[in-house]
T-cell receptor, first 116, second 114 residues
Framework: DAGVIQSPRHEVTEMGQEVTLRCKPI?????LFWYRQTMMRGLELLIY????????DSGMPEDRFSAKMPNASFSTLKIQPSEPRDSAVYFC??????????????FGPGTRLTVL | AQSVTQPDIHITVSEGASLELRCNYS??????LFWYVQSPGQGLQLLLK??????LVQGIKGFEAEFKRSQSSFNLRKPSVHWSDAAEYFC????????????FGSGTRLSIRP
């Protein structure tokens, strides 16, 4: 299995630009998670999907952030417009989805976003 | 409010020495408990997890952790560390219900002294 795939691995953009991060979960996994990791705030859960439906988006910082999961094999996290404080490493993770947060999560390699 | 505390930001141990990383949690009930490891530039990988039953859980790479309800702790241990264990270690708690979400600790960075 290829594991969780994220693209791009690195993204550098200018303030105000739209940024789209992509994730392909492990085949057969029904839950997908988006996290943000920064030095100041650590690892934060942004949103959690189960069977392509957003279950908990309370961690999404503000309206500039949106996430979609149009099918079981693809999800996007979009930031529009981007700001320098959005600079972070964004991780996608997937799990079987049988026990919500209790299942083992498999993390992708992350996307390092830099907003200038 | 639920919280996870990893009191040690950075620990350095000699190769071959024993290791203990601390994790304390604050939760309404016994949650699911996890330890993840993150190597530089990589995503997180699960080392072990506790749901119920035997309070001493074995994980991958020779790690183990002990759940102590009275101390609200879930410390990670390894009897003899290897240079390849140098990484960041995260403790996490997850609820039994969807009333709240998974929370990760701030992490402990482990360095290995040759």
């Amino acid at each position: 299995d290829a594991g969780v795939i994220q693209s791009p691995r690195h993204e550098v953009t200018e303030m105000g630009q739209e940024v789209t991060l992509r994730c392909k979960p492990i085949s057969g996994h029904n839950s997908l998670f988006w996290y943000r990791q920064t030095m100041m705030r650590g690892l934060e859960l942004l949103i959690y999907f189960n069977n392509n439906v957003p279950i908990d988006d309370s961690g999404m910082p503000e309206d500039r952030f949106s996430a979609k999961m149009p099918n079981a094999s693809f999800s996007t996290l979009k930031i529009q417009p981007s700001e320098p404080r959005d600079s972070a490493v964004y991780f996608c993770a997937s799990s079987l989805g049988e026990r919500e947060y209790a299942d083992t999560q498999y993390f992708g390699p992350g996307t390092r976003l830099t907003v200038l | 409010a639920q919280s996870v505390t990893q009191p040690d930001i950075h620990i350095t141990v000699s190769e071959g020495a024993s290791l203990e990383l601390r994790c304390n949690y604050s939760y309404g009930a016994t949650p699911y408990l996890f330890w993840y490891v993150q190597s530089p530039g990589q995503g997180l990988q699960l080392l072990l997890k506790y749901f119920s039953g035997d309070t001493l859980v074995q994980g991958i790479k020779g790690f183990e952790a002990e759940f102590k309800r009275s101390q609200s702790s879930f410390n990670l241990r390894k009897p003899s560390v290897h240079w390849s264990d140098a990484a960041e270690y995260f403790c996490a708690v997850a609820p039994y219900s969807s009333a709240s979400k998974i929370i990760f600790g701030s992490g402990t960075r482990l360095s290995i002294r040759p």
